[in-house]
Nanobody
Framework: QVQLVESGGGLVQAGGSLRLSCAASTRLFSIVAMAWYRQAPGKQRELVATITSGQNTNYADSVKGRFTVSRDNAKNTVYLQMNDLKPEDTAVYYC????????WGQGAQVTVSS
C-alpha cells in the first residue's frame, strides 16, 4: 500500500516562505503525475499545483507566481515551495496523484498570520 508522508508545514507571517515535502513509497513514482492539494477549515479540498512525470507544471490561479512545485524522482519526493504567503493560504496541504486515487497522508498544516 502506497504511503504519502507530508512535512515542512508551520506558522509563518504574511509574506513569508515555506517548503513542503512529500515522500511517496512507490516504485512507480517517477512515471506518475503528482499534485499538491489543500483544505482550509470549512472548505472543500482544492487542487493547488500539479507536476507531470515530464516536469510540466500547472498552478491554481490563486497561487500562480508564488508557489513552485518540483520533484526528485530519485528520492520519490515532490516539493512545494511557497513564497509570499497570505493568510488565505492557511490550510492543511496534501500530496497525491492526479487524480487523487491514493490513500491520503496526514497532511502538513500551514498557518499564515496577518
Amino acid at each position: 500500500q502506497v504511503q504519502l508522508v507530508e512535512s515542512g508545514g508551520g506558522l509563518v507571517q504574511a509574506g513569508g516562505s515555506l517548503r513542503l515535502s512529500c515522500a511517496a513509497s512507490t516504485r512507480l513514482f517517477s512515471i506518475v503525475a503528482m499534485a499538491w492539494y489543500r483544505q482550509a477549515p470549512g472548505k472543500q479540498r482544492e487542487l493547488v499545483a500539479t507536476i507531470t512525470s515530464g516536469q510540466n507544471t500547472n498552478y491554481a490561479d490563486s497561487v500562480k507566481g508564488r508557489f513552485t512545485v518540483s520533484r526528485d524522482n530519485a528520492k520519490n519526493t515532490v516539493y512545494l515551495q511557497m513564497n509570499d504567503l497570505k493568510p488565505e493560504d492557511t490550510a492543511v496541504y496534501y500530496c497525491n496523484r492526479v487524480p487523487p486515487n491514493l490513500n491520503w497522508g496526514q497532511g502538513a498544516q500551514v498557518t499564515v498570520s496577518s
